[in-house]
């Protein structure tokens, strides 16, 4: 079994490659949900969507999100009625959104809405939430506290952050699953996703960073930041407001105390000896993924890796 925590866009390219040679059915994904937010009285996921729709080939590829070809006439007309229309949803993404809300809203819990989504888009992979509870991220300036989706998109990531805050974390209990598809997997594999946002989220929620630490497994990572920058968002901003180093090696240090091994790009390979200096085993490749060429040899590197390091 290979279980595997995941944000949005980078995750849901290395689950594309992953899906290509490992079988559905042993694959489990943990999903982020901290960049959850209400629009328009609807619950919407993006993190997981990204994921589903990658999964299911409906994905819009040129941005990573929503589905190919939508149309955007409901929002227009949102528009005219003067709502907020600065998050794109495309109509038949909506729809995915109206479903969601209503199952949430006759009782069902967002774990077994994700699993009537995968089920109803032919997903045979265990997709999982990390909670079904509230937990919202949360990004502090000098002047206000907003949602992560108003500073990502309302706002295009230009705030200067002081701190990110894991609203709901106290409570949010993993989801059912969460916890033991960590502990009864071989494989752990860590996507390459923003660390402080879409992992740093999932390890704030309860037990799953101690589940990461008592695990059999071998923990495997694969670093968002190739040569001191992202290949898509702010994680690279986010580590420099907080004071932490924006490198794979500024990663690894946020993964220390659980990870066995970290995959970086060939461009950080002078940082080999100071990651294995934290006692994690560390290899590069090329770890850009382009073409769906690139998503699957990676994730075969990243499955060769896991198993040749746990014969050692
Ligand atoms: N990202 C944007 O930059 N602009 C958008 O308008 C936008 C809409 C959107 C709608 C549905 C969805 O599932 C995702 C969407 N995203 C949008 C992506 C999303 O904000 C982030 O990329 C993730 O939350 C980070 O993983």
Redesign the pocket.
């Given at each position: 079994m290979i279980t595997t925590l995941a944000?949005?866009?980078g995750a849901a390219k290395l689950l594309d490659g992953l899906s290509s040679i490992v079988p559905p059915e042993k694959l489990t994904i943990i999903v982020?949900t901290g960049?959850d937010c209400e629009f328009h009285g609807l619950h919407?996921?993006?993190?997981i969507?990204?994921i589903i729709?990658t999964l299911a080939g409906l994905v819009d590829e040129e941005?990573?999100?929503?589905i190919k070809n939508d149309t955007f006439n409901c929002l227009e007309m949102l528009k005219v009625y003067g709502h907020e229309t600065?998050?794109?949803?495309?109509d038949r993404?909506l729809a995915t959104h109206i479903h969601r809300t209503m199952m949430l809203r006759s009782g069902y819990r967002l774990s077994e809405v994700t699993k009537d989504i995968c089920t109803r888009l032919g997903l045979k992979q265990r997709i999982i939430p990390m909670t079904d509870d509230y937990f919202a991220t949360k990004i502090r300036t000098d002047n206000e506290t907003m949602h992560?989706?108003e500073y990502?998109?309302r706002r295009s990531s230009v705030d200067v952050i002081r701190e990110i805050v894991y609203d709901g974390s106290e409570n949010a209990k993993p989801a059912p699953g969460v916890i033991e598809s960590i502990m009864e997997a071989e494989i752990v594999i860590v996507c390459p996703?923003?660390p402080l946002?879409?992992i740093g989220t999932i390890l704030a929620v309860k037990g799953v960073r101690q589940a990461l630490r008592e695990t059999k497994a071998k923990k495997i990572a694969v670093s968002p930041i190739i040569g001191g920058t992202v290949v898509k968002?702010p994680a690279d901003k986010m580590m420099r407001y907080l004071g932490i180093e924006v490198s794979a090696l500024g990663v690894a240090k946020l993964y220390a105390d659980f990870l066995d091994v970290f995959v970086m790009d060939e461009v950080d390979a002078s940082l080999v000896h100071d990651v294995e200096k934290l006692g994690i085993k560390a290899v590069t490749t090329n770890t850009l993924m382009k073409t769906k060429d690139d998503r699957v040899r990676l994730a075969k590197f990243v499955l060769d890796t896991a198993l040749t390091y746990r014969k050692a």
């Open positions: 944000g949005g866009v982020n960049d919407v996921s993006p993190d969507d990204i729709y941005k990573g999100w929503g600065w998050f794109k949803l495309g993404d992560f989706q990502l998109v996703s923003n946002v879409s968002g």
